[in-house]
């Protein structure tokens, strides 16, 4: 086991969407495509022999969980349910422009303040991050030491990333998350020190 502790903050690999993949999917459980599946073998390959995960995490979504077994086929995946994708309650698998024009007030309503805006029957990313933040820290918590992989989701990750690191909720789409991308980060004099941000196997090339 790895002396020090380091979490490695996953987001999924490419899902298999319906049409053209324009759609809003939060909590609509989509398996992986082929292209997705794909990726996060190459990660796990490329991390086999480098780095050995002690703990692994998922949210339990079908997404998460295949992409884990991809990247760290020798460990049994614990789910924690808080770190399910946002919630996007009415817009679930409707496209942009659908969204856009049957939600008219709320989507412009939401193009200004991103944070604190939830679609109807949905959350706000001030309500995910209530929901997230938790259970990492009870998951941090949990390991003296090791190397914690958690498998989740770009608003998800985002949102535990912008508590930590001082980001602005709403400057989400300035920071890319790229599917299989890895943010690492080390405790360090009680708080996290973001090493890696949006990593990948192909950032090698």
């Known amino acids: 086991m790895a002396e020090k502790k380091r979490i490695f903050l996953m987001r999924h690999a490419k899902p298999e969407l319906?049409?053209?993949?324009?759609?809003?999917?939060?909590?609509?459980?989509?398996p992986l495509c082929a292209a997705g599946a794909a990726?996060?073998?190459?990660?796990?390959?490329?991390?086999?022999?480098?780095?050995?995960?002690d703990y692994l995490y998922t949210s339990g979504m079908t997404?998460?969980?295949?992409?884990?077994a991809l990247v760290a086929?020798?460990?049994?995946?614990?789910?924690?349910?808080?770190?399910?994708?946002?919630?996007?309650?009415?817009?679930?698998?409707?496209?942009?422009?659908?969204?856009?024009?049957?939600?008219?007030?709320?989507?412009?309503a939401r193009g200004v303040k991103f944070a604190e805006t939830a679609p109807p029957g949905g959350e706000s990313f001030f309500e995910l991050?209530?929901?997230?933040?938790?259970?990492?820290?009870?998951?941090?918590?949990?390991?003296?030491?090791?190397?914690?992989?958690?498998?989740?989701?770009?608003?998800?990750i985002w949102s535990i990333a912008a508590y930590y690191f001082d980001f602005d909720l709403n400057d989400m789409f300035f920071f890319p998350q790229d599917?299989?991308?890895?943010?690492?980060?080390?405790?360090?004099?009680?708080r996290l020190r973001l090493c890696r941000y949006n990593w990948s196997p192909s950032l090698q090339l």
Do not use: M
């Open 63 to 68: 997404r998460a969980v295949q992409t884990a």
């Open 18 to 30: 319906p049409g053209d993949g324009r759609i809003y999917y939060g909590q609509t459980d989509y």
């Open 73 to 108: 086929p020798y460990l049994e995946p614990a789910a924690e349910r808080s770190l399910r994708e946002i919630n996007l309650g009415e817009w679930e698998g409707k496209g942009y422009d659908e969204v856009r024009e049957e939600f008219k007030e709320i989507y412009e």
């Open 129 to 156: 991050q209530g929901r997230t933040v938790p259970a990492f820290k009870k998951i941090i918590s949990s390991h003296e030491s090791g190397n914690i992989l958690i498998v989740a989701h770009g608003a998800a």
């Open 39 to 53: 990726a996060a073998k190459e990660v796990g390959s490329y991390l086999s022999g480098r780095i050995k995960f």
């Open 179 to 190: 599917y299989c991308g890895i943010h690492v980060a080390e405790e360090a004099c009680g």
